[in-house]
């Protein structure tokens, strides 16, 4: 399926070429939320503190 393409995303890709201004909006929001230096420490305190997920979430059983 090499060659497929959504119609979500040859709207967004249409619509990217038309507004060529909204490129810079695009990389403020992504700076905003996801571009974040990252600590190793920070990441690896989280890691040690994650609780293990049960196998079915709902269970009332302890």
């Keep these: 399926m090499a060659g497929y393409e959504s119609e979500h995303t040859k709207f967004m890709r249409e619509w990217m070429e038309k507004h060529p201004e909204e490129r810079e909006e ?11 230096p990252q600590d190793a420490e ?21």
Excluded: V
């Design 26 to 36: 695009q990389k403020k929001g992504r700076a905003l939320w996801w571009d974040k």
């Design 42 to 62: 920070t990441t690896r305190q989280y890691a040690e503190a994650k609780i293990p997920a049960k196998a079915y979430p709902y269970s009332t059983e302890a």
